[in-house]
């Protein structure tokens, strides 16, 4: 945790923390008013919803209320958000009947090694006397690290209670391209982990179709896999149950680990972001057992990289096919 109350011009706060968990995580946290309530604000503290329009021009609008039974009404309006990199939201708030302030926030969400994510808020004020007027009056310095101490000790207990991993990436290409990417056979050489190649891949794109490949690893080691595709709705859904195979199409074991679940189900959502692509990955076993959803909710770690791997193969590829073109 770092935070600073000088800038240029004397008329900022910034609190920074460096969270264990992925960046996809920490913004639902934030974005997501019913995970907010359990950690927006310092130790002690309850908020109140009133509203929340997560979207530019929306205004979010609460109640905190103090451990002494103050209460603190708040409201912010959106005024940029980019997804899973930056919010910014004019804020005006104080206590109840008392003084208060205003002032410009923005929230940058960063990926840093280890798949953690560094969080970052930066308040600027409109007078260096106001700044300094926040830091006293609301011991705002000391609330903004306890803050985000909240937020690091409540998103473990939001991994545990989804039972689902979630990963994001934007693309610089139209949803269009990207979704041909995802589902015609000609296009999916990028499929699997980083260093793998594909040497075999069949698909039946339709409810109840299967997609069948053969990953390659480097040293030569045959790794089979398929789909069974639940749902399609071009371009912006695409719902299939992932697992473990064999040459013949049968399903198996993962090679590596005895008790990863058999069947993962896996939804893949394709949201346009002006000329980029955001695609967002929530994978969760099906049917697990006690000892496979263990295994799968302590992996987290190794499917960012998994995961990561395999978009950053999709993203070269992507770029590849454009410059081509």
Request: hydrophobic share 40%.
């Amino acid at each position: 945790m770092t935070t600073e109350n000088t800038s240029s011009a004397d008329r900022e706060i910034i609190i920074s923390r460096v969270l264990h968990a992925p960046r996809e995580l920490v913004w639902q946290a934030w974005t997501d008013p019913k995970h907010v309530i359990h950690w927006w604000g310092p130790r002690g503290f309850t908020n109140t919803t009133k509203r929340h329009e997560f979207r530019v021009g929306g205004v979010w609008e609460h109640v905190m209320h103090g451990p002494d039974g103050a209460n603190y009404p708040n409201k912010s309006t959106f005024k940029e958000i980019v997804p899973l990199e930056r919010i910014t939201f004019l804020h005006g708030g104080g206590r109840e009947e008392g003084p208060g302030a205003t002032f410009t926030a923005t929230w940058t969400f960063e990926t840093v090694e280890g798949g953690k994510t560094k969080l970052t808020g930066r308040m600027v004020f409109p007078t260096s006397e106001a700044r300094d007027f926040v830091a006293r009056e609301f011991g705002a310095i000391e609330g903004g690290k306890q803050t985000l101490e909240r937020l690091g000790e409540y998103l473990p207990k939001m991994t545990a209670a989804a039972g689902e991993f979630v990963i994001s990436r934007i693309f610089s290409a139209p949803r269009e391209l990207v979704w041909q990417c995802w589902t015609d056979v000609k296009h999916m050489q990028w499929w699997g982990p980083k260093g793998v190649t594909i040497s075999h891949a069949k698909i039946d794109f339709r409810p109840g179709g299967i997609f069948h490949y053969c990953m390659r690893t480097p040293d030569g080691q045959a790794m089979w896999g398929k789909w069974v595709i639940r749902e399609i709705a071009a371009p912006q859904r695409l719902v299939f149950v992932n697992s473990f195979s064999d040459e013949a199409g049968g399903l198996t074991r993962h090679p590596g680990a005895a008790d990863w679940p058999l069947e993962m189900l896996s939804t893949i959502t394709f949201a346009e972001q002006g000329k980029q692509t955001l695609v967002t990955i929530r994978w969760q076993p099906i049917n697990a057992t006690a000892a496979e959803q263990k295994t799968f909710d302590e992996g987290h770690a190794s499917m960012n990289q998994g995961w990561g791997g395999s978009l950053e193969q999709l993203a070269s590829y992507l770029v590849t096919i454009q410059k081509n073109a």
